[in-house]
T-cell receptor, first 113, second 114 residues
Framework: GQGVEQPAKLMSVEGTFARVNCTYS??????LSWYQQREGQAPVFLSY????GLKDSGHFSTFLSRSNGYSYLLLTELQIKDSASYLC??????????????FGIGTRVLVRP | EAAVTQSPRNKVAVTGGKVTLSCNQT?????MYWYRQDTGHGLRLIHY???????EKGDIPDGYKASRPSQENFSLILELATPSQTSVYFC?????????????FGPGTRLTVL
């Protein structure tokens, strides 16, 4: 079957970094997306990766290893306002409708001073 | 200007009652989705649509129906609401432009079934 796993919580310090891990299992991987969701608000798209390696988008970077079923979202130079939940979502080619995303539970990142 | 809107934003319903959640998008996207979000479960797909007139079952469709009367509108219908359907519901839209990887979400509807 298909599953997406993320740790529930992560704490870090302002000015440092946080790495949000995501592992997945799928029969036909077709891309992985990251979303940010602030408390009481809707998810907002951050990044999409489909090829192995590191994709640097400045404040946010994403890494993917398809052979290991693993991705991470790296937040650098953390600010208090980066405190939010970060959702990992996988698109599976093998789905009858390849346009569906399967979401993990989200990792709540708390940035403290 | 918000591209995906939902109504109502908050709803209290009684067990056995009928509830309709509405979603409107101005993105001109073909695909629309209904999710629910509960602590410990993340976002789970209830129903989705490829375009006007189409509805498809998602991962947890039991107890829900959907209707897509037009490109812009997608409704989620709870014919006989139960307390287990208390949740936050999100509507989203997407299309082939981003390989369907990017979905645009509405602000959510908080539903409480008593």
């Amino acid at each position: 079957g298909q599953g997406v796993e993320q740790p529930a919580k992560l704490m870090s310090v302002e000015g440092t970094f946080a790495r949000v891990n995501c592992t997945y299992s799928t029969s036909g991987f077709n891309g992985l997306s990251w979303y940010q969701q602030r408390e009481g608000q809707a998810p907002v798209f951050l990044s999409y990766v489909v090829l192995d390696g590191l994709k640097d988008s400045g404040h946010f970077s994403t890494f993917l290893s398809r052979s290991n079923g693993y991705s991470y979202l790296l937040l650098t130079e953390l600010q208090i306002k980066d405190s939010a939940s970060y959702l990992c979502a996988v698109r599976d080619r093998a789905n009858s409708a390849g346009n569906k995303l399967t979401f993990g539970i989200g990792t709540r990142v708390l940035v403290r001073p | 200007e918000a591209a995906v809107t939902q109504s109502p934003r908050n709803k209290v319903a009684v067990t056995g009652g009928k509830v309709t959640l509405s979603c409107n998008q101005t993105n001109n996207h073909n695909n629309m989705y209904w999710y629910r979000q509960d602590t410990g479960h993340g976002l789970r797909l209830i129903h989705y649509s490829y375009g006007a007139g189409s509805t498809e079952k998602g991962d947890i469709p039991d107890g829900y129906k959907a209707s897509r009367p037009s490109q812009e509108n997608f409704s989620l219908i709870l014919e006989l609401a139960t307390p287990s359907q208390t949740s936050v519901y999100f509507c989203a839209s997407g299309d082939a432009g981003t390989g369907y990887a990017e979905q645009f979400f509405g602000p959510g509807t908080r539903l409480t079934v008593l």
